[in-house]
């Protein structure tokens, strides 16, 4: 007898793992046919109850996710309406649940990701979300202006700065980003100037990666105008009228790649800055100067839900650069936080020594200066259902190009119209 112990054995095990088998199958209909029922009902709240049974199954039902996803969708957590969509899609693409992860992705703001899935669609599935979500080439203008200087130190009594930014579509997969700012400043004996120009072209692909070329161009003027004092051994220091003019040109070319997984995007990139610097003397001396410096770091999103009408974003950012002879580093941290028509920012930036350095997805005047930190707070909310109003406070500690360090508080108010 005993030499048949281990095959009685075998078959008990063989037997009770087909037998927890059939009752897990049985637990995953059992599911499918409640969530079936709830879902008739409309009732939303009881599906999401069996989040945590349906999870334990680790279940490849794409019906069973298709209805738990949907209500998440019509309960406004649209965060994990994506994931179990997502999921149902990838197991089996179905019309239906694209059109759900669709509405899902474009409610949470991945207008390019969910632009990518309708190039999946039927002319059917296109054409009803084309009804809901006419095509349209812009996106939205932003204008930004600096109301107000409150501590004013070594800055001037004249400060001028605008912005203006467009979001397009140039097709369904391929978007534009383009922004343009000016900044006019006056100090005591130094009148400077800056024109900023930023374009990108964020293109979405299979598998939700995003590729994003990039160019940042700085043109700026500056005139000093002030005297010389000549130190003995003459017997009385002769003061000698002395004018500068410096012209700069930076151009900034980067390649950025991003993915998003689930609530996590990574967003690595590499760029390459151009510098072209004329200085024009009294005597119409010029001196010339160029120089490459190399960029390369990166940045994370992290979306955090924490009901379903408050939602935060933690975006640290940090950049590495190099030149032949100097090192410096970006270090930025943003806190997003929504609250339904609400909007809130806190920021954080820290620039190393070198004159020039992009800020991910941001963008911020004065790029000549070498700043050494900033902190930023701003508060918005939404009107007329297509008009951001944001209010920004911001405090900075710097030191220019002139060597001139500079401590002031400022004031911004920003307007952005979705079109």
């Not at 991945?110 to 084309?130: C, F, G, H, P, R």
């Not at 997969?173 to 400043?185: D, G, T």
């Not at 000698?240 to 410096?246: A, E, G, L, M, W």
């Not at 975006?315 to 909007?343: H, R």
């Amino acid at each position: 007898m005993s030499k048949y112990c281990p095959y009685i054995l075998a078959l008990f095990f063989f037997f009770t793992a087909l037998g927890q088998k059939n009752q897990d199958k049985m637990s995953e209909n059992g599911l499918l046919f409640l969530t079936k029922t709830y879902h008739n009902q409309s009732n939303w709240d009881a599906i999401i109850s069996q989040e945590n049974n349906i999870n334990s199954l680790d279940t490849k039902n794409p019906e069973l996710l298709f209805n738990l996803g949907k209500a998440f969708y019509f309960t406004s957590n649209y965060e994990k309406a994506v994931r179990y969509l997502q999921k149902s899609n990838a197991i089996r693409f179905d019309e239906n649940t694209a059109i759900l992860l669709y509405y899902s992705l474009y409610d949470q703001g991945y207008i390019q990701e969910a632009n990518w899935l309708k190039t999946k669609m039927n002319v059917n599935s296109i054409a009803l979300i084309e009804k809901d979500f006419p095509a349209k080439t812009i996106e939205s203008v932003t204008l930004e202006s600096g109301i107000k200087l409150l501590n004013e130190k070594n800055l001037g009594n004249n400060l001028y700065y605008g912005m203006g930014l467009v979001d397009a579509n140039i097709s369904k997969i391929v978007k534009l980003n383009a922004a343009y700012s000016h900044i006019n400043q006056e100090l005591e004996t130094i009148k400077y100037a800056q024109n900023e120009v930023f374009v990108s072209f964020p293109t979405t692909f299979k598998n939700g990666f995003i590729v994003n070329p990039s160019a940042h161009a700085v043109f700026t003027t500056s005139n000093y105008t002030g005297p010389i004092i000549i130190q003995p051994p003459f017997p009385f220091p002769p003061v000698i009228p002395f004018t500068t003019s410096t012209k700069t040109n930076l151009l900034y070319l980067q390649m950025g790649l991003s993915k998003r997984f689930q609530n996590l995007t990574i967003k690595p990139s590499f760029g390459v800055h151009f510098s072209n610097v004329n200085e024009t003397l009294t005597d119409n001396t010029t001196i010339k100067t160029t120089s490459k410096t190399y960029q390369y770091g990166g940045a994370l999103f992290y979306n955090l839900a924490i009901n379903k009408s408050c939602k935060l974003v933690l975006n640290p950012n940090y950049y590495y650069l190099y030149q032949s002879d100097k090192k410096g580093q970006s270090i930025n941290f943003n806190l997003f936080c929504y609250l339904k028509k609400w909007q809130f920012l806190t920021s954080y930036l820290s620039k190393g020594n070198l004159l020039f350095a992009g800020n991910e997805g941001l963008y911020y005047y004065n790029l000549l200066q070498d700043i050494k930190s900033r902190y930023g707070f701003s508060a918005g909310r939404t009107i007329f259902k297509n008009t951001l109003v944001l209010l920004t406070y911001q405090k900075e500690f710097q030191k220019n190009q002139f060597n001139i360090s500079n401590t002031y508080d400022s004031i911004f108010l920003t307007l952005t119209f979705k079109l």
